[in-house]
């Protein structure tokens, strides 16, 4: 009796696993980015030359440290990344205490910290209204990785400062004002 | 008993090894695709970047002669984008969306709904069911 009790719960332990987990219903209400945002992130610069604006904003962002890791010129989009030093000394001291002490006690636990840090830039230019002029869409995302490789924080950057720090050099690179929206 | 465990077992391998492209509907197919009246590859693909950026996501990738987009949102959670232009006949393109929640394929209506709506405002052409 007891043997068949333990295959059934075999038998549901692994099926269960084989479940992809629940989707949360928030992930999936797709809504329009919030005006502020949009503001935060946008700007019209005065020039109908996409292909000059996209050669600026590709040394702009390798100015600010980035490496570009994609570009497609066809379509106005460019991606770049750049790492940086992790700085989280007390996980890493909380991490290398559990190590010891579960050690100690013969029950090897080791406990993930924040190993890898890197921001990712996206850059997209569209064509203006008329023609007349170019929109550059900049998004800052920060993306943190634990010592096992999983991602344990990744969330949008939106410190006002590195938006405008950004969009500036931009129109100072490329020559051309940039508006608002 | 033992062969039902390997069986069950069994099972889990035959999800995982299929798990990359998940046998999909008619319905589901219809769900995720929207034909256009246009040959314009490069207006569509740039409608769809508009509009991922206006639903929120990230562009990550952009390839022309792989007419391909995608997109990611992250919000604590990371949801997956990837949106493909095929050719339809003389005239028409095929828009087909594919949504992930981390590995997990979204096979819910709404938002494809959403984002189809929103790619036809973004490119002012009306979307029908593709085939």
Redesign the interface.
Known sequence: MS??FF??L???T??S??L??E??KE???????NPARLKLQSRRFETKDERALLSATSAVLKDLGFTID?K?T????I?GSKKEEPYNLGGMATSAAVAVISSALSVPTTIPYSKERLI?A?V?T?RGENGNNTTV?F?L?L?VWDTEGK?AK???LEEPAMYRDFFDKLAKAASVEAHEY | MALQVLAAAGGCDYGLRDFSQPPESQKLASIRSRSFETTDREKILRAVIATLQDLGFIVDRADYDRLSVSGTKLDQYLLRWTVTVLPQGASHLTVRAQARYDVTPVLEPEPYQKFFAALSRAVALEARPSG
């Open positions: 043997g068949k295959a059934l075999m038998a549901v692994l099926l696993a084989c992809p987990p989707i949360p992930a999936l209400v797709l809504t329009q980015e994609q497609s066809e379509l106005g989009l991606v990712r996206s997209a569209g869409r998004t995302q993306v991602v990744s969330e949008l």
